[in-house]
């Protein structure tokens, strides 16, 4: 009789195991879309990103790379009689390093800076002013340790105690000058 194909449906029960000739071609597609290959590869971004978070963030001096350090912008203005030129150095900055730029900025601001009616009495005073806030800031911080690079300015002279800085008296005794002879 024809009856019996289906009572062997065992061999073709078994063929449908038909999943597994498809099976196996998704099989190897399967397993590379678990790509552990490629993510057991450490991703270089993560191997940084883990260290960092565990360092407290506090900023280094941009210069000797030491700690600690304040994050402050140091001035410098350059007034001539039709152009200006402003300038800035941004940190962070560790004490002995901020200091040593910091000064330099402002005993040049204090000769150069005056030279045009905008900067004398708009641009130069507020960068005079805006390094003595940094002086402050920097001044708060500890003295920083070794550095690692093992090069770092020499703070050198105060403000003060650089002839430079005195030309700045100059604009000064100018402006009183006129004062006076005015009245
Ligand atoms: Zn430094």
Redesign the pocket.
């Known amino acids: 009789m024809s009856m019996p194909p289906q009572p062997q449906g065992n061999p073709y029960a078994s063929a449908p195991p038909q999943g597994n000739p498809y099976a196996t071609p998704h099989a190897p597609y399967g397993q590379p879309q678990q790509q552990p290959h490629y993510c057991q590869h450490p991703h270089p971004a993560a191997g940084y990103g883990q260290p960092m978070a565990g360092v407290p963030q506090v900023p280094a001096?941009?210069?000797?790379?030491?700690y600690p350090?304040a994050e402050v912008t140091i001035r410098g203005h350059v007034g001539m009689l039709i152009m200006m030129r402003f300038q800035k150095w941004p940190g962070p900055?560790?004490?002995?390093?901020?200091t040593a730029m910091r000064r330099e900025a402002t005993t040049n601001t204090l000769w150069q800076g005056w030279w045009s009616p905008f900067s004398m009495v708009i641009f130069n005073p507020y960068t005079i002013i805006s390094n003595l806030v940094v002086r402050g800031k920097l001044n708060k911080l500890p003295e920083?340790g070794p550095?690692p690079y093992g090069a770092?300015p020499d703070p050198g002279k105060s403000v003060l105690q650089r002839p430079a800085a005195y030309v700045a008296l100059l604009p000064i005794l100018w402006f009183l000058f006129l004062i006076v002879r005015g009245g």
Not at 61 to 66: L, M, Q
């Open positions: 001096c941009r210069v000797c790379a030491s350090a900055y560790c004490r002995t390093c901020g920083p550095a770092r």
